[in-house]
């Protein structure tokens, strides 16, 4: 299948909270109750449109047990976009936002778009966290915040859609350079400019690029 | 411990002390092998004394030398005989690239090489660290030590045909190379320590460089893992392994460990990694004297990719190479013992993960193994005995669920029938039932559940939903449902009955169980034509008898134009309108659902006679019953009127066809005393009137009959007289005169058969009461005497004139005295003729009038009119049949007599001429 962009997310969050979840939501539009918990990094892909431009959005669900946090780590460079996934259920995943995304911004792309999901929104009875806790969490921190349920898709495809959008908005606006790969965006094989050899001198800047960080 | 969240299992078995491997174990105490590879058939083996060993699957050593000093790196071909191989003929010089053919052998058992070319990285000879080779045999990859990279394309067993590029993009040597074929685009993966990119080698010279990581791998320790599912260049660390595909990365396994070999074999992958832990792990029976330091010790891992278990961890000496082939894997020890990495038969597996209550990964594996569908439903049965043994219901429920359809649902519905899991059955059954695989027993064993836990509210809503759910989704005997149903849910029933269109159900329940007439009717009202029709013939008569007027409304409509209430069939309302097919019903088929209720019938009779429907002459017959009926039950004198005057007009419509015997046997019985005369008149049957009057001892109608008809049929006077006399009955004497006077004037009965009559009959008659009409007839009679003797007198002096006459034409003399012409009136001049009868002609009137000269041309009418008169009488005579026939046909015999008679028939009469 052919695309304009393919775009590169990672799910980031305490072990539990429903990455996996929401990924198979909006990769396979399912919940599956019983998930195996993740050991490593797993991997899903689904293709969307914005803006009439076919978009690949492949996505990166990552362990949340500290024992992985090392392999996190290698995956936040290359990201484009990042989910930062707590469970409104547990106050525990929220208070440990603050590590994540500190560790999110110290090994990603400066550009990297943060999207925070309070997952498990279904459970309003056992909720932990209040909405009105994640908005002032996002404002302050500048990111965007969401409520979703894995298990109903409330908001599920908005997330992924919403960072997509950003995403796309900071291309346009030209904060992205594009033809870095480093930055978790790719031009689709067709759309890559006609000069073949220009995606070459790309990938040699890339490589300066990251001997720079 | 991110290792321990893996669920581990022991799949494989590990065999060594193969059968004829232990040449392999001789061989090696001479050499020191320094690669590996397998593929068609053979183990390769390449040792530093630069020959080659081809290792057949019965073990037997094919030894033969490829190169003069070494041999580095060997790539057998998997499904070719061709073996690419890299090694030194020369010290010092660039390597030495070579294509055997291993399927001919020349007379000193070497195979034939088809090509040798120097691998030349630069300037300067590079050692090769790394050897692809493509299975299109089309592209060959060499990595070196310095991190050139030599591409070749073209078919690799011709040097001449075959193509070169080197690529210097890195400075570290080369540790993996795999290529990767996609419908449209090849891609060569490349790994350093430093590093793994992809070059999309699809178009020469077009290559392009992605890079995929910044981190790197070690020799040996990164595969292309292709399945049928997607493909992975596989890069292990000590933290993980990673997958990248040509976009980029992909997922990542988290392994720990220092991996030394990585391999891939189907759907797993085999890690082969530094044991730091020997000491703790299990004592395995390789941990033998044979391998004197603990430290050397590997662990070997073989994760299943798909289902993310560890199929296989073991832990052993270190060891040279894992080679896959003949369809398991061989790993070459240290030592050069082989082990064979054997996988055990699903059978064992899945007992093995049954004795470890493991089912959902038993189910898992047997599913990506793709086991048989029996298998399957046993461990889905196996695993619902489990759960319902540990006490969870719900999830029993849930995989015997999935037995459906192959496991005896008795199986299951016994074990939860008499538990107080009555919900747990509720699921299984209407499982059964969508997957159509449930019978009525099932049908009405759910329902009874349904029933069961009727006291809550949920179960009546999965009742009703159960009720209301399509019918593709679930299978079952509506009847059955419907039946069990009405023992408890009445209200469920009627819906079933409803959704299902069981009419008959549905009318039912509501007659016999709610007494809704009202809704039966309306029910009724909006089914189509031919349902309407069938239903009210079956239950009109309760439906008559509790809502007379709705019903009757009801048929009256089906019996003239129906359409169905409902709007919902109003699509139906258009193609029957389209055809525009008239459907009635035949009232006689509702007829005898008005069992108590003539009113009603006449009602609803009397609306489709207005209404204009062609109706049989039963109906009608039915009608006139009922109007009888109600006319006999009718007390008022003005209402009786009314009916007797409906039934009266009934009985005249010209357009009924009405069966005449049979309306006048019922205006009989029931007494209807102007029908039976109406329909007497109409059929002339005026002595069945008369009779009638008489049996009623009425004289005033017989005489009125009498009057009426006497003219059609003068009999009836005499019928009436015989009543008169016959009976002792005191007949009015008025009547008896009156008919004498008729009789007496018709002259239908001689005087002497009137008196005869009196006198036989019984009634109590005198003279007195006839005298008059004696009186009378006799002055009639002699008055007629009188006048025929004087008519007879007459005609005497008159045959008398006429005697004397001829007797004086015969003998005297005549006379002619006429002075006139008989023709012209005129003068007689001469010439004239004279005739007896005293008629004179001129001569010339007498030519012209005259074709008979012997005749008088005045006088020949009237004798010609005479001699006809004469022939014809003379004619008549012999025709006694037709005077018989005449007789026959005459409806008054006696004048034909007269005539007759009259006319001489019995006289002998000649013609006087
Ligand atoms: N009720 C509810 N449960 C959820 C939702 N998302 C995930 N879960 C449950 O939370 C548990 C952990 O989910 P998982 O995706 O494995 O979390 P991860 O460790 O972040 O990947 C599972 O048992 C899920 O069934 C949600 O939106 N609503
Ligand atoms: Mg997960
Ligand atoms: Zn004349
Ligand atoms: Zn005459």
């Given amino acids: 299948m052919s695309y304009a962009y393919l775009f590169k997310y990672i799910i980031i969050g305490d072990t539990g909270v429903g990455k996996s979840c929401l990924l198979l939501q909006f990769t396979d539009k399912r919940f599956q109750p019983v998930h195996d918990l993740t050991i490593g990094v797993e991997f899903g892909a689904r293709m969307i449109t914005i803006d009439s431009k076919q978009i690949k959005l492949q996505i990166w669900d990552t362990a949340g047990q500290e024992a992985f946090r090392s392999i996190t780590r290698s995956y936040y460079r290359g990201a484009a976009g990042a989910l930062l996934v707590y469970d409104i259920t547990r106050r525990e995943t929220f208070n440990h936002l603050t590590t994540w995304l500190d560790d999110a911004r110290q090994h990603s792309n400066s550009n990297m778009v943060i999207m925070l999901i309070g997952n498990k929104s279904d459970l309003e009875s056992r909720r932990e966290v209040k909405k009105e806790e994640g908005e002032a969490f996002a404002r302050e921190h500048g990111l965007v915040f969401m409520e979703t349920s894995a298990k109903t898709a409330a908001n599920v495809e908005e997330a992924f859609i919403n960072t997509a959008k950003e995403i796309y908005e900071k291309i346009q606006e030209g904060v992205f350079d594009i033809n870095n790969e480093a930055n978790g965006i790719k031009i689709g094989p067709q759309h890559s400019p006609t000069n073949p050899s220009l995606p070459g001198a790309a990938s040699s800047g890339g490589s300066q690029m990251s001997n720079c960080c | ?913």
């Avoid at chain 2, 010089?93 to 630069?122: E, H, M, Y």
């Avoid at chain 2, 008898?545 to 048929?555: K, M």
Wanted: some cysteine.
């Fill in chain 2, 1 to 913: 411990m991110a290792f321990l969240e893996w669920r581990k299992f022991q799949f494989f078995d590990l065999r060594q002390n193969i059968e004829g491997s232990e040449k392999l174990l001789e061989l090696s105490k001479e050499i020191n092998i320094t690669c590996t590879s397998a593929g068609n058939n053979y183990l390769v083996f390449g040792d530093s004394l630069g020959q080659i060993h081809l290792i057949s699957r019965s073990w037997h050593i094919n030894t033969f030398r490829g190169y003069e000093i070494c041999i580095e790196h060997s790539f057998q071909l998997r499904s070719s005989p061709f073996l690419i191989t890299i090694g030194h003929d020369e010290p010092g010089i660039n390597p030495l690239i070579k294509v055997w053919d291993i399927s001919k052998f020349d007379r000193n058992g070497i195979p034939f090489c088809q090509r040798i070319t120097k691998a030349v990285a630069g300037s300067y000879p590079v050692q090769v660290s790394c050897l692809a080779v493509c299975d299109n045999q089309q592209l060959m990859a060499v990595g070196f030590l310095d991190g050139s990279l030599i591409l070749y394309r073209g078919d690799i067993t011709r040097e001449k045909s075959s193509k070169q590029k080197t690529f210097k993009d890195v400075k570290t040597e080369i540790t993996g190379l795999a290529f990767k074929l996609t419908a449209n685009r090849i891609f060569l993966f490349v790994s350093t320590y430093k590093e793994v990119f992809v070059y999309n080698i699809t178009q020469k010279d077009k290559e392009q460089k992605y890079q995929l990581d910044n981190i790197g791998c070690s020799r040996k320790c990164s595969v292309l893992a292709e399945s049928t599912q997607e493909s992975h260049f596989m890069v292990a660390r000590n933290n993980a392994i990673y997958c990248y595909t040509p976009d980029g990365r992909g997922p990542c396994y988290a392994v720990d460990g220092e991996k030394i070999l990585l391999e891939w074999f189907r759907t797993y992958l085999i890690i082969i990694s530094k044991s730091n832990r020997s000491s703790s792990l299990p004592k395995n029976i390789i941990n033998n004297v044979t391998t004197p330091q603990s430290t050397n010790q590997v662990l070997i891992t073989v994760l299943d990719i798909y289902n993310k278990f560890i199929v296989y961890q073991y832990v052993m000496p270190n060891i040279r190479a894992v080679l896959y082939e003949w369809g398991s894997f061989f790993i070459l020890g240290q030592d050069y013992r082989i082990y064979s990495l054997e996988e055990k038969d699903l059978q064992s597996k899945l007992s093995l993960l049954f004795k470890k209550n493991l089912y959902d990964v038993a189910i898992r594996i047997a599913k990506s193994q793709q086991y048989h569908l029996d298998g399957l439903v046993d461990i889905f049965k196996q695993y619902g005995d489990h759960l319902r043994e540990k006490g969870d219901h719900a999830g029993a429920i849930e995989q015997y669920t999935k037995t459906i359809g192959k496991l005896e649902p008795s199986y299951v519905i016994r074990k939860f029938v008499d538990s107080q899991h009555l919900e747990k059955l509720i699921i299984y059954l209407q499982a059964l039932h969508k997957q159509g695989q449930a019978t009525e027993d099932h049908t009405t064993l759910l329902l009874n559940c349904y029933t069961k836990l009727n006291n809550t509210v949920d179960h009546t809503a999965s009742l009703r939903e159960f009720i209301l759910s399509k019918e593709s989704d679930l299978n079952y005997d509506v009847d059955i449902a419907i039946k069990v149903c009405r023992q408890g849910n009445l209200a469920e029933a009627l819906k079933l009955a409803e959704k299902h269109e069981k009419h008959d159900w549905y009318i039912k329940i509501q007659i016999e169980d709610h007494q809704n007439y009202v809704q039966v009717l309306d029910y009724i009202s909006s089914l189509k034509f031919e349902e309407a029709d069938h239903y009210m013939k079956k239950y009109g008569q309760i439906l008559i008898e509790h809502l007379p007027f709705e019903s009757i409304q009801l048929l009256k409509r089906l019996c003239t134009n129906f359409k169905p209430n409902n709007s919902n069939n109003a699509s139906d309302n258009i193609i029957s309108a389209h055809y525009d097919i008239e459907m009635k019903s035949d009232p006689e088929d509702f007829i005898h659902l008005f069992l108590n209720n003539s009113s009603g019938l006449v009602e609803f009779l009397e609306h489709l006679i207005t209404a204009g429907c062609f109706l049989s002459s039963s109906v009608y017959n039915t009608l006139l019953e009922q109007y009888l009926h109600v006319w006999v039950g009718t007390e008022a004198s003005g209402e009786k009127q009314k009916i007797a005057h409906r039934i009266l007009e009934l009985l005249q419509n010209p357009d009924i066809k009405l069966n005449k015997s049979h309306a006048l046997v019922v205006c009989d019985m029931h007494s209807f005393s102007e029908g039976i005369l109406y329909l007497y008149e109409e059929q002339k049957l005026y002595q069945q009137i008369l009779r009638y009057h008489i049996s009623r001892n009425d004289p005033h109608s017989v005489l009125a009959c009498c009057t009426r008809f006497g003219h059609q049929d003068p009999t009836l006077w005499v019928q009436a007289l015989w009543s008169c006399v016959r009976d002792n009955k005191e007949l009015s004497i008025d009547l008896l005169k009156q008919i004498l006077t008729v009789i007496a004037k018709e002259k239908l009965f001689s005087p002497q058969l009137v008196i005869d009559a009196v006198s036989t009959g019984n009634a109590e008659i005198t003279l007195g009461h006839i005298r008059s009409y004696i009186m009378n007839e006799l002055q009639q009679e002699m008055k007629k005497s009188e006048e025929i003797a004087q008519l007879t007198g007459n005609y005497k002096k008159d045959t008398e004139k006429l005697k004397n006459h001829i007797e004086q034409l015969k003998n005297g003399v005549t006379h002619i005295q006429g002075s006139r012409c008989a023709a012209c009136h005129h003068h007689l001049e001469l010439p004239a003729i004279h005739f007896l009868c005293n008629h004179s002609f001129h001569q010339h009137c007498f030519q012209t009038c005259s074709d008979d000269e012997s005749e008088c041309p005045t006088c020949q009418p009237e004798n010609k009119d005479l001699i006809e008169l004469l022939k014809a009488r003379e004619y008549n005579k012999d025709l006694h049949e037709t005077f018989h026939f005449q007789l026959d046909k005459a409806h008054d015999g006696f004048s034909v007599a007269a005539e007759y008679f009259a006319r001489g028939l019995f006289n002998n009469y000649r013609i006087l001429r």
